[in-house]
């Protein structure tokens, strides 16, 4: 349940964060998309039950609804559906589907993907659907990333790739926000990304401390995680850094099955609501705890108490 807070957040957007499918042609090791499944595939594997998802999600969030419970707490202008995964973009052209019916409704759109798989032509398709295309990526040099597990049997992303992506993106919507995800993990606190951030030159970088939900796996301590986060003082003035503590009740999540789920502090991984489909997503999202302030927190502050993206 989620606990009473009385002081209005106001945000510019908010942002539900549908992780599409499990799946994916990487192998992270720190990786935490495993979900508890239940006996039905996943919702993308049905283009009725997809669009069912999505519908339930505008109706429940949309903007213009008084009547949603977390308004009490909370005030947003936009909405906007993040497509994230594993690694959406092997869902092919049921990943465009998705995309295409979420932005009908009103949502702006937005996908993280690893990057192996946006060819020019799947970026041409895809970016006049989004708003920002959010690249993971924790290294470049090849060695860090196949300690991470970031290949494809053995071939990894390179600088050259990830700037085709980036101009092709930019390109075809001028309007496209670029962001680059980073875990910081055992394999690469070491590492300087300066270069990969000057080139690509991104609106906003996120850089996350590895969360130990599903795995202990190249976990860090404080000092690693500083140490890194100093190194690249730099690039401030795009970089949102996330700690641990920074990522629990603090994102709108929907796992493959159609659950908003949530980072837990003990015990299991995650917190899991009834399935959307069949309790409703008000009464869903009332099972899960979240926080409006730490959902804000995750943005930059601008001016006269709204956060800005």
């Known amino acids: 349940m989620r606990s009473k807070d009385f002081s209005c957040v106001r945000v510019s957007e908010l942002v539900i964060n ?62 906007r559906l ?6 959406p ?26 990057g192996s798989r946006l060819d020019p032509e799947w970026v041409q398709e895809l970016a006049p659907l ?37 101009d092709t993106a930019r390109r075809v919507n001028p309007a ?38 599903v795995t202990q796996a190249l976990a860090i301590d404080d000092a690693s995680f500083a140490s890194f986060i100093n190194r690249h003082g730099v690039h401030s003035d795009v970089m949102c850094v996330e700690d641990n503590g920074d990522m629990t009740q603090s994102y709108v999540m929907v796992d493959p099955h159609g659950r908003f789920f949530q980072n837990n502090i003990a015990g299991a991984p995650y917190i899991y609501s009834p399935e959307i489909l069949l309790a409703g997503a008000g009464a869903a999202f009332e099972r899960i705890p979240f926080s409006p302030p730490k959902f804000a927190g995750r943005y930059a502050i601008a001016t006269g108490g709204e956060t800005a993206e």
Not at 23 to 52: G, I, M, Q, T
């Open 18 to 79: 549908w992780h599409v499918l499990e799946a994916c042609n990487y192998r992270c090791r720190y990786c935490f998309a495993k979900w508890e499944k239940p006996a039905h595939p996943e919702l993308w594997r049905s283009s009725e039950n997809s669009e069912r998802l999505l519908e339930a999600l505008w109706d429940f969030f949309d903007p213009a609804n008084s009547e949603n419970p977390l308004r009490r707490s909370m005030e947003w202008k936009r909405l």
């Open 82 to 87: 993040s497509l994230a995964g594993g690694e």
């Open 89 to 114: 973009t092997l869902l092919g052209t049921r990943l465009i589907d998705i995309a295409r019916k979420a932005h009908q409704l009103g949502f702006s759109v937005s996908l993280i993907s690893n």
């Open 130 to 166: 989004l708003s920002v295309i959010g690249l993971s990526l924790d290294a470049v040099d090849p060695a860090t990333n196949l300690a991470i597990g970031r290949d494809y049997r053995g071939e990894c992303l390179d600088i050259d790739r990830i700037v085709s992506i980036v």
């Open 176 to 213: 496209i926000e670029i962001k680059i995800n980073t875990v910081v993990n055992e394999a690469n606190t070491d590492t300087d990304m300066s270069a990969l951030i000057t080139v690509v030159r991104p609106d906003r970088w996120k850089v996350m401390r590895m969360l130990p939900m």
